[in-house]
Nanobody, 123 residues
Framework: VQLVESGGGSVQVGGSLRLSCVAS????????MGWFRQIPDKEREGVAG???????SYADSVKGRFTISRDSANNTLYLQMNNLKPEDTAMYYC???????????????????WGQGTQVTVS
């Protein structure tokens, strides 16, 4: 599946952004999906994941602030980010794993397909 992210940008501390990831080539309802982020010289870290049955997982650092969701009709994955902090600044990537469920939804090695990323800057 091909993935294209959008929705990144610059936002003030406490602000909100909604990232989108449009999929093509297959239907995302068949996939476990995830959002990851990366800053230079750091490992890519899992932010949120959603299994094909709709169950979700979040990194502790974003719980209560970020919400992952999917719109199967539009083949799109979302990440709603509220109360943004400077430490949320990163390149954000969406990822897909053709599976019903993942054992570790925030582990990057679980995913096979990746988008090109969208930059989020919080200041």
């Amino acid at each position: 599946v091909q993935l294209v992210e959008s929705g990144g940008g610059s936002v003030q501390v406490g602000g909100s952004l909604r990232l989108s990831c449009v999929a093509s080539g297959d239907t995302i309802s068949r996939y476990c999906m995830g959002w990851f982020r990366q800053i230079p010289d750091k490992e890519r870290e899992g932010v949120a994941g959603i299994d094909s049955d709709g169950s979700t997982s979040y990194a502790d650092s974003v719980k209560g602030r970020f919400t992952i969701s999917r719109d199967s009709a539009n083949n799109t994955l979302y990440l709603q980010m509220n109360n943004l902090k400077p430490e949320d600044t990163a390149m954000y990537y969406c990822a897909a794993n053709l599976a019903i469920k993942t054992l570790e939804p925030l582990e990057r090695n679980e995913y096979n397909d990746w988008g090109q990323g969208t930059q989020v800057t919080v200041s």
